[in-house]
C-alpha cells in the first residue's frame, strides 16, 4: 500500500520553528516530486513549497520564501519542510505530497498529485 505520513506539527509561538516530515512507505521516493499544501479553516488548499525527484528544483510560494525550505532525503526516504519564523498566517493543515513523471519539476497545484498525506496541524499562536 501507497502511503505518505506527515510528522512534526503542533503548536508554537510567533517566530518559532517546526520541522515537518513526510515519510513514505510502499514505494521509493526517488522518482516522485514532492509538494507541500495547507489549507486554514474556510480558506481553499494552497501550495507551500514543493522539490524535484533529483532535489535540483525547488519553489515556493511568495507567503514564505526566506521562511520556509524544503528539502529530501532520497536514502530514508523522507521529505522535509523547515519552517522558521512562523507567524499566525502560517496556521493550517499541513499536508504532502507526492507524484511520478514530472522531469526537473514541480507543479504548485493539487490536482497535479495522486498520492496524499493525511495531514498534520500547525497552529502559530501566542
Known amino acids: 500500500q501507497l502511503q505518505l505520513v506527515e510528522s512534526g506539527g503542533g503548536l508554537v509561538q510567533p517566530g518559532g520553528s517546526l520541522r515537518l516530515s513526510c515519510a513514505a512507505s510502499g514505494f521509493t521516493l526517488d522518482y516522485y516530486a514532492i509538494s507541500w499544501f495547507r489549507q486554514a479553516p474556510g480558506k481553499e488548499r494552497e501550495g507551500v513549497s514543493c522539490i524535484s525527484n533529483s532535489g535540483g528544483r525547488t519553489k515556493y510560494a511568495d507567503s514564505v520564501k526566506g521562511r520556509f525550505t524544503v528539502s529530501r532525503d532520497n536514502a530514508k526516504n523522507t521529505a522535509i519542510l523547515q519552517m522558521n519564523s512562523l507567524i499566525p498566517e502560517d496556521t493550517a493543515v499541513y499536508y504532502c505530497?507526492?507524484?511520478?513523471?514530472?522531469?526537473?519539476?514541480?507543479?504548485?497545484?493539487?490536482?497535479?498529485?495522486?498520492?496524499w498525506g493525511q495531514g498534520t496541524q500547525v497552529t502559530v499562536s501566542s
Open positions: 505530497a507526492a507524484q511520478s513523471g514530472f522531469v526537473l519539476r514541480c507543479p504548485l497545484i493539487a490536482d497535479e498529485y495522486n498520492l
